[in-house]
């Protein structure tokens, strides 16, 4: 029934893929299968070196997976592009269900009480009115039924872009930039932090140096993907 009307909706009003432009088959959403298939995906080993890289020194965030790499002007760039600046907050709910079948493994493990996303980026991203993390954390949540945290990080102050400083000055730009609040539903749980794209890690580890500070058991951080 549903397809029929997809059918139909598209014959009158295409819907075209958010990459390559071409007419959507009725049973694709966003992307094309052709363009979604040329997105790449981190082996094991990739994602052990990244969390080697990323997280294990601080000790901060006790497990780390992602469900693609992101790479410039391919895409899932237009993807994720599409999701934070043309309104399309749909799109978080599609990719977060699609992150929760690939990791699906993984996150069971995790055995997690909790889903809590990242707080938006930058001053300019919360004038927009939504959060994209939000959604995707959704989606997943709503596919491994695993509930979202009562409890929200917020920012306490804003901070400045992080594009183009080095590790370190990212590290010092993002320190102790979030509170938490409602904190009562944190303490001894085990939570999963929920971001679109993690690339040095320093946003997410210090989202869970609250969380532990306010007494979570264990944290561990969910991405769409990884970037350089
Ligand atoms: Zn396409």
Redesign the pocket.
């Known amino acids: 029934m549903l397809n029929r009307f997809n059918q139909l909706l598209d014959f009158f009003l295409p819907r075209l893929?958010?990459?390559?432009?071409?007419r959507?088959d009725y049973n694709e959403n966003y992307?094309?299968?052709?363009?979604?298939g040329e997105i790449n995906k981190p082996d094991l080993i990739r994602l052990q070196h990244e969390y080697n890289r990323k997280f294990a020194d601080d000790k901060i965030i006790s497990g780390f997976t992602s469900a693609f790499v992101l790479e410039k002007d391919k895409?899932l760039q237009h993807l994720i592009h599409s999701l934070k600046y043309n309104e399309n907050f749909r799109i978080g709910i599609y990719l977060g269900k699609i992150v929760a079948q690939l990791c699906r493994e993984i996150i069971m493990e995790w055995n997690a009480d909790y889903i809590i996303p990242v707080p938006l980026h930058h001053l300019k991203k919360a004038e927009r009115g939504y959060n994209q993390s939000f959604y995707i954390a959704k989606g997943i949540g709503s596919t491994l039924n695993i509930k979202l945290s009562h409890s929200k990080i917020k920012r306490k102050r804003y901070t400045s872009t992080q594009t183009a400083l080095s590790l370190v000055e990212r590290r010092d730009n993002i320190k102790d930039a979030f509170e938490l609040k409602n904190t009562r539903s944190v303490h001894g749980k085990k939570i999963i932090l929920v971001d679109d794209v993690i690339t040095t890690g320093a946003t997410i580890s210090e989202c869970g140096k609250i969380l532990l500070t306010e007494g979570a058991a264990k944290v561990f951080a969910l991405s769409v993907a990884i970037a350089d």
């Open positions: 893929c958010v990459s390559c432009f071409s959507l992307i094309c299968n052709n363009c979604f895409a």
